[in-house]
């Protein structure tokens, strides 16, 4: 699915990465790949997408080399160490929505799971100031949870408890 480059694309590394995670289920496959989803049915239980855009996007993921496609006793789709480069990308997105879209508080917030602060724009714990590696963050309902807004499903439930991110759910 590659969008024509235009002579601006190939010169901007935006853009580049814009045609890997530009789109929106793209993303969201990626922030859920963050908070423990691993496998095709859960991804499309929590996103409700369309199961052949969800088989679509996952097969982009894994030829740009952000998901690894693990074979076992079910196929799991793991972050790799370039998926996992894009957490910042991902919580700077969400503290962006919360700041503008969010009038009743974050619905989620993300904290450093060893002493429960908060994170600052710039991803460190406003407790202890340390900057927070992606496994230490725990993500949790914020404020502005709204259970009515969630899907109640096992994996809606796993991903709304308190978790730290890439803990496999279930
Ligand atoms: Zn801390």
């Known amino acids: 699915m590659t969008l024509p480059s235009t002579y601006a694309d190939r ?16 993303l969201l496959i990626v922030r859920d790949a963050f908070f423990g989803v691993r496998r095709f049915g859960d991804f499309a239980t ?10 679509d996007r996952l097969k982009l993921l894994v030829r740009e080399g952000v ?11 793991r972050l790799t160490p370039k998926g ?15 700041a503008f879209y969010s009038p009743g508080g974050a619905p989620r917030s993300i ?21 927070v ?11 502005g949870f709204d259970a009515a807004d969630e899907g109640h ?14 803990d496999p759910i279930g």
């Open 11 to 26: 010169n901007c590394s935006l853009a580049r990465a814009l045609e890997v995670v530009g789109e929106r289920w793209t």
């Open 46 to 55: 929590q996103l409700k997408i369309p199961r052949a855009v969800l088989a």
């Open 67 to 77: 998901l690894s496609r693990e074979e076992g006793p079910a196929v799991e789709y």
């Open 84 to 98: 996992v480069e894009l957490w910042p990308v991902v919580r700077a997105m969400m503290t962006w929505g919360d």
């Open 111 to 131: 904290r450093h799971d060893h002493d429960g602060g908060l994170l600052d724009p710039g991803g460190r714990c406003e407790r202890c100031g340390e900057p």
């Open 133 to 143: 590696p992606v496994a230490e963050t725990r993500v949790e309902p914020g404020p």
């Open 153 to 166: 499903d096992p994996v809606s439930d796993a991903i709304n408890t308190p978790r730290r991110l890439l």
